[in-house]
């Protein structure tokens, strides 16, 4: 380990990181044996930018085995805190892995390229041919309004979904990068969430610097539109997505949603994007079923810089399964729930603890703005906050391929969306917790 740190020019860390890094090893080879066919590897590579910081664990105290077995609904529903657990459900305390408190992952800066820093085993690791003149690897940023399809589409080219997608504007509120690899190209995915011009809150300007900040790091750039819609000019898009930069990176136009739209339009609008729009090529895509992103997919790779690949070809993401869960209750809690409700909703993993002989034990608290939110949410009884832990836990058991058990409580921090400090410790100013 320590010659790792060296190696990622990283300060040495403290026993208890070291664990949880090698904790997070088990993480990324729980994404392969989701992604590639079951077939495991005994090693990673950590491709990941650790900052020295560790939070602080705020998780709620440990739930006691009496209120483990506590009838008396009234005042599990006053403590707001719901369990969603099987009867048959071990003791956890002896086997737990705790790893509630965590470094922070950078999410802003690229891995180093020199394959120098890499030793013979990490190269292996990657596939790494040393006299492949043909490798291509590189970032894209997928870019736009929202709800354009930007999520579906990076979905759809990673081949799995690592992005949430739901019918309401603005869910994507981070930077998801996902990784797709081929025998000699790898291409890194930012999924952005949508430009917005109206700012209302601290976390939309915050969210909008992430979607430049993707754009700084990209190789190229991939603008979404939504064909179904009038065509529209793209300034605001690129502006906040390429800024002023000096060398805009190639851009290409996706005209999405083709499929709701008659064949003849759809010449018109490329037309028209062609004409009216500082792009470089124009491709009809319907993302929702696939039709084009092979055609997105030979463009991206004919812009690509040669080189070899930043992360190990088996690696699908670099975020860690408790940014998954997070986002997996948040797309349920959109599913659920309308109006405002779903927006003024930020989902936290507090604890995630890994158990060798039982269910992983995940504690999550959904942070609301009003108390008013805080009732919706839990519902009569508690009805509709069951409703949408089971309905989470599924969908979790189904990306993670193995059973949890997830408690969720809601808690009311007023005008979170608009309070620097904590959005930073949500995750929104370009760092997110490494476990
Ligand atoms: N008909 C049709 N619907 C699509 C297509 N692509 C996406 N959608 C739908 O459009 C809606 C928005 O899709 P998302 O992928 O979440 O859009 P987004 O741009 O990531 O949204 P934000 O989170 O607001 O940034 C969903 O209901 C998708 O199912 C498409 O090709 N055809």
Same mark, same amino acid.
């Given at each position: 380990?320590?010659?790792?740190?060296?190696?990622? $020019?990283?300060?040495?860390?403290?026993?208890?990181?070291?664990?949880?890094?090698?904790?997070?090893?088990?993480?990324?080879?729980?994404?392969? +044996?989701?992604?590639?066919?079951?077939? #495991?590897?005994?090693?990673?590579?950590?491709?990941? $930018?650790?900052?020295?910081?560790?939070?602080?664990?705020? +998780?709620?105290?440990?739930?006691?085995?009496?209120?483990?077995?506590?009838?008396?609904?009234? %005042?599990?529903?006053? !403590?707001? !805190?719901?369990?969603?657990?099987?009867?048959?459900?071990?003791?956890?305390?002896?086997?737990?892995?705790?790893?509630?408190?965590?470094?922070?992952?950078?999410?802003?800066?690229?891995?180093? !390229?020199?394959?120098?820093?890499?030793?013979?085993?990490?190269?292996?690791?990657?596939?790494?041919?040393?006299?492949?003149?043909?490798?291509?690897?590189?970032?894209?940023?997928?870019?736009?309004?929202?709800?354009?399809?930007?999520?579906?589409?990076?979905?759809?080219?990673?081949?799995?979904?690592?992005?949430?997608?739901?019918?309401?504007?603005?869910?994507?509120?981070? #930077?998801?990068?996902?990784?797709?690899?081929?025998?000699?190209?790898?291409?890194?995915?930012?999924?952005?969430?949508?430009?917005?011009?109206?700012?209302?809150?601290?976390?939309?300007?915050?969210?909008?610097?992430?979607?430049?900040?993707?754009?700084?790091?990209?190789?190229?750039?991939?603008?979404?539109?939504?064909?179904?819609?009038?065509?529209?000019?793209? /300034?605001?898009?690129?502006?906040?997505?390429?800024? /002023?930069?000096?060398?805009?990176?190639?851009?290409?136009?996706?005209?999405?949603?083709?499929?709701?739209?008659?064949?003849?339009?759809?010449?018109?609008?490329?037309?028209?994007?062609?004409?009216?729009? /500082?792009?470089?090529?124009?491709?009809? &895509?319907?993302?929702?079923?696939?039709?084009?992103?092979?055609?997105?997919?030979?463009?991206?790779?004919?812009?690509?810089?040669?080189?070899?690949?930043?992360?190990?070809?088996?690696?699908?993401?670099?975020?860690?399964?408790?940014?998954?869960?997070?986002?997996?209750?948040?797309?349920?809690?959109?599913?659920?729930? !309308?109006?405002?409700?779903?927006?003024?909703?930020?989902?936290?993993?507090?604890?995630?603890?890994?158990?060798?002989?039982?269910?992983?034990?995940?504690? &999550?608290?959904?942070?609301?703005?009003?108390?008013?939110?805080?009732?919706?949410?839990?519902?009569?009884?508690?009805?509709?906050?069951?409703?949408?832990?089971?309905?989470?836990?599924?969908?979790? %058991?189904?990306?993670?391929?193995?059973? &949890?058990?997830? %408690?969720?409580?809601?808690?009311?921090?007023?005008?979170?969306?608009?309070?620097?400090?904590?959005?930073?410790?949500?995750?929104?100013?370009?760092?997110?917790?490494?476990?």
């Amino acid at each position: 380990m320590k010659e790792l740190a060296l190696h990622y $020019n990283i300060p040495p860390l403290p026993p208890a990181t070291k664990l949880r890094i090698h904790h997070r090893r088990t993480l990324l080879y729980n994404f392969q +044996s989701i992604l590639t066919n079951g077939s #495991r590897r005994r090693h990673s590579r950590i491709a990941m $930018n650790y900052s020295s910081t560790t939070t602080s664990d705020k +998780s709620p105290p440990p739930i006691t085995r009496e209120e483990e077995f506590d009838d008396d609904e009234e %005042e599990v529903m006053w !403590r707001s !805190r719901y369990q969603i657990r099987n009867p048959d459900d071990e003791e956890y305390e002896e086997e737990d892995v705790e790893t509630s408190s965590s470094t922070l992952l950078s999410l802003s800066v690229k891995p180093d !390229r020199n394959m120098a820093m890499l030793d013979d085993y990490e190269m292996e690791e990657m596939d790494y041919v040393p006299d492949d003149p043909n490798h291509r690897s590189g970032y894209v940023a997928v870019v736009g309004k929202p709800n354009v399809g930007k999520s579906t589409l990076s979905n759809q080219m990673l081949g799995q979904k690592l992005s949430i997608v739901t019918d309401k504007p603005q869910t994507t509120r981070h #930077r998801v990068l996902g990784i797709c690899s081929g025998p000699d190209f790898q291409m890194i995915l930012y999924d952005t969430p949508g430009v917005i011009e109206k700012q209302m809150h601290k976390l939309d300007t915050m969210m909008m610097k992430n979607v430049r900040s993707a754009a700084i790091n990209a190789d190229c750039v991939i603008v979404v539109v939504d064909a179904s819609r009038a065509p529209q000019k793209i /300034d605001e898009v690129l502006e906040e997505g390429v800024g /002023d930069l000096k060398h805009k990176p190639p851009t290409l136009l996706v005209l999405n949603k083709k499929d709701l739209i008659k064949p003849g339009e759809i010449a018109k609008k490329i037309e028209w994007y062609e004409k009216f729009t /500082d792009v470089d090529e124009v491709i009809p &895509v319907s993302a929702k079923y696939g039709h084009g992103v092979e055609d997105i997919k030979d463009w991206i790779l004919s812009k690509l810089p040669l080189g070899p690949a930043y992360y190990p070809k088996d690696i699908a993401s670099e975020h860690p399964e408790r940014f998954f869960v997070s986002e997996i209750i948040r797309e349920k809690i959109f599913m659920q729930y !309308r109006n405002e409700v779903p927006y003024a909703c930020q989902v936290n993993v507090v604890s995630y603890k890994n158990r060798p002989n039982a269910k992983d034990f995940i504690q &999550v608290e959904v942070v609301v703005e009003k108390n008013s939110q805080k009732i919706i949410l839990i519902g009569k009884e508690g009805k509709a906050l069951k409703l949408l832990a089971t309905a989470a836990r599924l969908d979790i %058991e189904d990306f993670l391929q193995k059973k &949890v058990f997830l %408690e969720i409580e809601v808690k009311v921090k007023e005008n979170w969306r608009q309070n620097e400090g904590l959005l930073k410790y949500y995750g929104y100013g370009g760092h997110i917790q490494a476990l």
